[in-house]
């Protein structure tokens, strides 16, 4: 059987240069998008987004663990930090912290009780784990319900930072971006990194090596929950407002999206089919509902003839690792 | 007590469609090695076929019992043999993947001309009233749709389990190659099984028309559903998904007498339980 990812090329000196350099390049073209006069709201939300998918694509691109439930990380936080700011009174940085925190704690638990099966089963697990949250949120009276929080104050951040000046929000937005970023990308490269490749391989072979593959997958989980928690706490501070979209399965299924037309298992792509995909649906906004049909045309087409995704059929040409 | 038991029956009815849709994706995932995702999204179209057979055609219920099944049935194998043949050998995974978007494509078009609004589907005459059993007022059409339901699970089990064409169909999950070198057509079976599981979620959608009317989201959240409750059964068994589907609902029924507020979740928090104590799931065989 082949796996999802059966032609990632194996990690060179090359392959890490040929990443550094793009990833460079990406920060330098996000740096100056202010100068551009591009609208930078939608930078700014295509930006936690594409955070969310590279968090969602470290456990299915390099664990091999596919999550259809990541959207509970995203609204969870959201929903923490957007309830710590607004009735706590909190600033901006114990906001992220806190949220962060939540997703982390929320990574542990539905990552002890997913991994115990493998596959197919896991997926349906994290679906159904996070159906149950956003049951949850719709009763909790903290999370205001069909209204959701709204009118979130984005405060001063570190005393200094005043997040209502849009080219502020927009910095502190790019370096929590490249900083997740960096920290999958240094992960995927490590040690740990490499044995969650192997799992991803030959799960049976990783273990008769010795490794505690379950203690690896659930680190993983917690990572990429955590991760994912932290784009949903500067999600709020872009679209002050926290609510139950953000939790719901259909945004689950927007994550993998993103990633799939990305390019799953590549380090570039779910930033690429992040921004794709939210460039679509703010341009698509006036046709309503065929905007599901078209992101249901695009998961069909990406699985049918294009498997490795944008950067994936990229890469895959030019015989680079991006 | 009137209320516990008309909620133990409301139980049963969600059970009857837990278990012909498990019961489904398990027939399905044997032979096909695909979590239909789909499913829900089939399931509707059942109850939508239903409901334009009877305003455009006239065709009653009980043809649309026999004619929704067919026709989505074979939409299903048209769907088969069009896209998801082609992802034999690969992950798994892609076809989850790709009945997802089947799924939001079904259930966007529908959407778009039907709006989230339910439409009205009338019990049939013959199963209109209710009888007053003693101890509880039983509608006719709720106790006919168990019934019914329970029926059909079984007929599908004794097909897979005790037939010819049933043995044929649990060699070819075991070992399609050795079934296909005795001269067994196994692609055709494929698509026929995969028109089966699709047949049976188009009916449970007919029967589920009267009771929650015709909606294009009817089927989105109760697939989610549906996961967990073959998460909780495993898919080894046929008779494992039955029993599990049906219990599901009356434990449902049961939480929505006792403890209202958990009825949502009651389902999902099982199976955390159920994960956390015996991951393989109750039915044993471990994927």
Redesign the interface.
């Known amino acids: 059987?082949?796996?999802?990812t059966d032609d990632t090329l194996p990690a060179s000196p090359r392959a890490m240069r040929d990443e550094m350099i793009v990833f460079v390049a990406m920060a330098v073209l996000l740096a100056i998008v202010p100068a551009t006069g591009i609208y930078p709201f939608f930078v700014m939300q295509a930006l936690c987004f594409a955070l969310l998918a590279c968090a969602f694509n470290l456990l299915?691109g390099f664990g091999g663990l596919?999550s259809?439930g990541h959207a509970m990380f995203l609204g969870s936080a959201g929903y923490f930090t957007a309830h710590a700011v607004k009735e706590w009174g909190v600033s901006p940085e114990i906001g992220i912290i806190i949220g962060t925190a939540g997703a982390a704690v929320l990574g542990v638990i539905t990552g002890y009780?997913?991994i115990?099966?493998?596959?197919?089963?896991f997926?349906?697990?994290t679906?159904?784990?996070s159906?149950?949250l956003y049951?949850?949120y719709?009763?909790a009276p903290f999370t205001h319900g069909e209204d959701g929080i709204q009118g979130i104050p984005q405060g001063k951040m570190f005393w200094v930072l005043d997040l209502s000046k849009p080219t502020i929000l927009y910095y502190v937005v790019l370096v929590g971006f490249l900083a997740g970023f960096l920290l999958i990308f240094r992960t995927i490269n490590s040690p740990f990194g490499e044995v969650l490749k192997s799992i991803r391989e030959n799960e049976q072979r990783a273990i008769s090596l010795g490794y505690k593959t379950d203690q690896y997958k659930l680190m993983a989980f917690i990572l990429s929950g955590t991760i994912a928690g932290f784009a949903g706490s500067l999600k709020v501070f872009v679209a002050q407002n926290a609510s139950l979209t953000d939790v719901h399965?259909t945004m689950s299924?927007e994550i993998?999206l993103m990633t799939?037309v990305g390019g799953l298992g590549t380090i570039f792509g779910p930033v690429v089919g992040a921004f794709i995909i939210i460039a679509m649906q703010q341009y698509l906004a006036g046709f309503?509902?065929?905007?599901?049909?078209i992101?249901?045309?695009?998961?069909?087409a990406?699985?049918?003839t294009f498997?490795r995704g944008l950067v994936g059929e990229i890469g895959h040409y030019f015989r680079r690792s991006l | 007590m009137q209320a516990l038991y008309a909620q133990l029956l409301v139980g049963l009815i969600n059970g009857s469609f837990y278990a012909l849709l498990s019961l489904g994706l398990a027939v399905i995932f044997g032979m096909l090695n695909i979590i239909n995702f789909a499913h829900g999204a089939l399931y509707m179209m059942g109850a939508f076929t239903a409901y334009f057979l009877l305003n455009l055609f006239g065709i009653g219920y009980w043809w649309a019992l026999l004619i929704a099944p067919i026709v989505v049935g074979i939409f299903g194998m048209i769907l088969e043999r069009t896209m998801l043949q082609w992802l034999a050998g690969l992950d798994h995974l892609y076809g989850l993947l790709l009945t997802f978007g089947i799924a939001l494509i079904v259930q966007g078009v529908f959407q778009n001309y039907f709006g989230s609004s339910g439409l009205p589907y009338a019990i049939p005459d013959e199963l209109k009233g209710g009888m007053n059993l003693g101890f509880m007022f039983l509608p006719i059409y709720r106790g006919w749709v168990v019934v019914f339901s329970l029926v059909v699970c079984l007929a599908t089990w004794f097909l897979i389990e005790k037939t010819r064409l049933g043995a044929y169909l649990r060699a070819a999950t075991e070992n399609p190659t050795l079934v296909r070198a005795f001269g067994i057509n196994v692609p055709r079976m494929i698509t026929l099984t995969y028109g089966l599981g699709v047949g049976l979620a188009a009916l449970a959608g007919v029967l589920s028309a009267p009771i929650n009317q015709v909606r294009p989201l009817m089927g989105a959240d109760l697939i989610i559903v549906v996961f967990a409750v073959v998460v909780i059964g495993g898919m080894g068994s046929i008779m494992g998904s039955i029993i599990t589907g049906f219990a599901l609902g009356v434990i449902e029924g049961l939480t929505k007498y006792f403890y209202p507020e958990a009825s949502n979740t009651v389902v999902f928090v099982l199976m955390v339980l159920v994960l956390l104590i015996k991951p393989t799931g109750l039915t044993g065989r471990a994927a």
């Open positions: 059987m082949s796996a999802l299915i596919l259809f009780v997913s115990r099966r493998q596959g197919i089963y997926s349906m697990i679906l159904a784990l159906q149950l049951f949850i719709l009763q399965w299924g993998v799939l309503g509902q065929w905007v599901l049909v992101q249901g045309v695009i998961f069909v990406c699985v049918l498997r």
